[in-house]
């Protein structure tokens, strides 16, 4: 008898048919006589609806209401499961973030998972029930309410198969596995077998939301057996996220990834002297934003121009901290770009072959394509085009590197 964490997200449970279906799901492997915790998610669209509700009473809602409002989503959906699968005749229970005392800080909407209590769950479990669990939310010290982020049904999942040493964390979704591109963009993806939990940290990172950003962190840190399926489809292979290996090292390019959430700040005549960057980007870190590329050019004149990008959400935030250091330190002006996309390539094959980032310039060149920011580490490139081209820009590299003729991918 396997212990097996199952997460299913919002359009697997989008609907009561939706529902139905992943609930006879569940009870077939139940019927293998595997032990289950069925993580769910709130069925799609919920979330983003009930922010928008806030947003229509308040431009500020405080983010411990905003908690209190969008856990309800899961909740829904956690509940319904139950009642499904008990309908189908299975004994099953729900458990919510604070029952199961997923205990979380105090940072609202990013809140971190400091601990998980077994007890609760184990026992759940030893009597024979399939345990169905809330994804995306936990509680704080005080008991209140929190939330973990943006698509953290994945974390909750990957967390409770790591507490619980599970055989395997089952990521349920609308595709059939981990693509070499987003499928719904990239007509030409294919899925991968496996891909090592660096190209997945990566691509998450990089705008591939299959997997949450922090789920594959700690999939990583705690080795978790992590495999993406459909929900929607018979096929069991799907991709499975682990440990590299030597075989993976031949291929350059594993996948390519398309940020849309982008944008960019330029503080022109910066005078070029130390402790300037840290004046400027000191406040920025203070509240929270993360800036991603940084480019600082320095002028003949002794003043320098520096860009940078942090996401479009934050971009507001980040201009009015920006401006109030550029008048304290006499920069000559702050410009602002929102129509930025941020597209890359990620493999590990990276770290052994040189000369990738050169055959990506000229495949973007070969479109006309103009690169506006360039950032690289160990196994991605990532370039900064403008919006409209990051779908082009997309789809060349996907073809070039990963298409039907791949000589340019064999390292
Ligand atoms: P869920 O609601 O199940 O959590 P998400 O919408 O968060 O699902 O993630 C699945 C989506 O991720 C897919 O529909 C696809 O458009 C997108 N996606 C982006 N990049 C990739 C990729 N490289 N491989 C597969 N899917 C990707
Ligand atoms: N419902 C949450 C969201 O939409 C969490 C999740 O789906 O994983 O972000
Ligand atoms: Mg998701």
Redesign the pocket.
């Known amino acids: 008898m396997a212990l097996i964490v199952q997460?299913?997200?919002?359009?697997?449970v989008g609907s009561i048919e939706r529902i139905k279906a992943v609930a006879e799901r569940v009870a077939r492997a139940r019927d293998r006589g595997d032990q289950l915790v069925v993580v769910v998610?709130a069925m799609?669209g919920e979330t983003n609806r009930l922010l928008d509700l806030a947003g229509r009473l308040s431009d500020t809602p405080h983010p411990r209401e905003a908690d209190a409002l969008v856990a309800t989503g899961e909740q829904v959906s956690a509940a319904l499961m139950a009642i499904r699968l008990q309908a189908l005749g299975y004994p099953a229970l729900s458990l919510l973030g604070y029952q199961l005392r997923i205990t979380t800080d105090s940072r609202h909407g990013a809140a971190k998972i400091k601990a998980i209590d077994r007890d609760r769950i184990s026992q759940a479990l030893e009597d024979g029930r399939i345990v169905v669990v809330a994804g995306f939310q936990g509680v704080n010290p005080a008991g209140d309410i929190t939330t973990l982020g943006r698509?953290a049904?994945?974390l909750t999942a990957v967390a409770l198969a790591a507490v619980l040493n599970a055989a395997a964390c089952e990521?349920?979704?609308?595709?059939d596995?981990?693509?070499?591109?987003?499928?719904?963009?990239c007509p030409r993806?294919r899925?991968?077998e496996r891909i090592s939990y660096d190209e997945m940290l990566e691509?998450a990172g990089l705008?591939?939301?299959?997997?949450?950003l922090r789920s594959v962190e700690l999939a990583r840190r705690f080795n978790v057996p992590l495999v993406?399926k459909s929900?929607f489809s018979e096929d069991t292979r799907g991709?499975w996220v682990g440990q590299e290996d030597r075989a993976m090292e031949n291929v350059l390019v594993s996948?390519?990834?398309?940020d849309q959430n982008q944008s960019k700040i330029t503080l022109t005549g910066v005078e070029d002297r130390p402790g300037l960057a840290a004046r400027i980007f000191g406040p920025i870190a203070e509240s929270g934003i993360v800036v991603d590329m940084i480019i600082q050019n320095a002028g003949a004149d002794g003043r320098a121009d520096l860009t940078f990008t942090v996401p479009r959400a934050d971009l507001r935030r980040a201009l009015e901290l920006v401006r109030a250091v550029a008048g304290e330190i006499g920069a000559a002006g702050v410009r602002h770009e929102d129509q930025v996309a941020k597209v890359s390539i990620v493999g590990v094959g990276m770290r052994t072959h040189a000369g990738v980032a050169a055959t990506m310039f000229k495949v973007l060149a070969a479109e006309g394509i103009n690169i506006e920011m360039i950032a690289t580490s160990e196994i991605k490139v990532s370039v900064v085009v403008n919006a409209k081209y990051g779908e082009l820009a997309m789809r060349a590299l996907h073809d070039a590197f990963l298409g039907e003729n791949p000589a340019l991918n064999e390292g």
């Open positions: 997460k299913y997200g919002g359009t697997s998610s799609a698509g049904s994945d990521i349920y979704t609308d595709v596995g981990v693509y070499t591109a987003d499928p719904n963009i993806a899925r991968l691509m705008g591939a939301k299959v997997l949450q993406v929900s991709t996948g390519v990834t398309l």
